[in-house]
């Protein structure tokens, strides 16, 4: 289920999560994560069966047996779940609980309030007051940044998301925000900077490269830079 999820196969994923819960094929660790991944793909719709997922994932007994790690992320989906619903007194309670039991993921709480209330300056201050390493929070810290007409900043907090930065969608994204807040030099000067990493990580075949190679040369004849493009 978590692989169709991550695929973004959410439609057969639900299914697949529903059916483990339907006929209890687990235990109760398993339904609880099964309970916890519906409320994830649900996101902010279907909150009556969000509810309903929500009590199999926070019995005691349940939480007994969770990791850190995953109790961590059924709150703070409860939290959410109270923000979807309007249940503001609830979401304050519970963000002040996550915030004191030190949750990486806590700062994005406070941001999602004021990102509501259209406060996006606030939002991204809270992120980074918050000093979180979570890629979560630095992918929303770009998004933010993005929004606030930042994009040069915006494009240096995608660098550090390392799991993604070498993606080439995450890299024409970065050239994008630094064509529009430096320049055509300065994204051609990235897009070579990332040409060469993509040639040290090991993960794309020369046919690959020489595709990137000719993508970066077109950009420059583009822009005017046959230097570049040579």
Not at 49 to 72: E, G, P
Request: charged share 25%; with cysteine; glycine share 6%.
């Amino acid at each position: 289920g978590l692989c169709l999820q991550k695929s973004g196969n959410t439609k057969e994923a639900l299914e697949l999560y529903n059916t483990v819960l339907k006929e209890k094929s687990g235990d109760n660790q398993t339904l609880a994560v099964a309970a916890n991944n519906i409320i994830c793909i649900n996101k902010d719709q279907n909150m009556f069966d969000s509810k309903k997922k929500l009590k199999i994932a926070t019995t005691d007994t349940v939480r007994a047996k969770l990791a850190a790690s995953q109790i961590n992320s059924i709150d703070f989906n409860s939290c959410l779940l109270s923000f979807y619903t309007n249940q503001l007194d609830q979401f304050k309670k519970k963000s002040v609980q996550l915030q004191g039991a030190g949750s990486p993921l806590a700062p994005l709480l406070l941001a999602t309030s004021l990102v509501r209330d259209k406060r996006f300056d606030e939002a991204l201050k809270a992120l980074q007051d918050g000093n979180s390493q979570d890629e979560v929070v630095q992918l929303s810290i770009a998004e933010l940044m993005k929004k606030t007409g930042s994009y040069c900043d915006s494009a240096d907090a995608l660098k550090k998301v390392l799991s993604m930065c070498n993606k080439p969608g995450v890299i024409s994204l970065s050239a994008s925000l630094t064509l529009l807040g430096a320049g055509p030099a300065a994204a051609a000067d990235y897009l070579d900077g990332a040409l060469e990493e993509l040639r040290n990580c090991g993960n794309y075949t020369a046919e690959e490269i020489t595709g990137w190679v000719l993508q970066c040369a077109k950009f420059s004849l583009a822009h005017d830079m046959p230097e570049k493009a040579a």
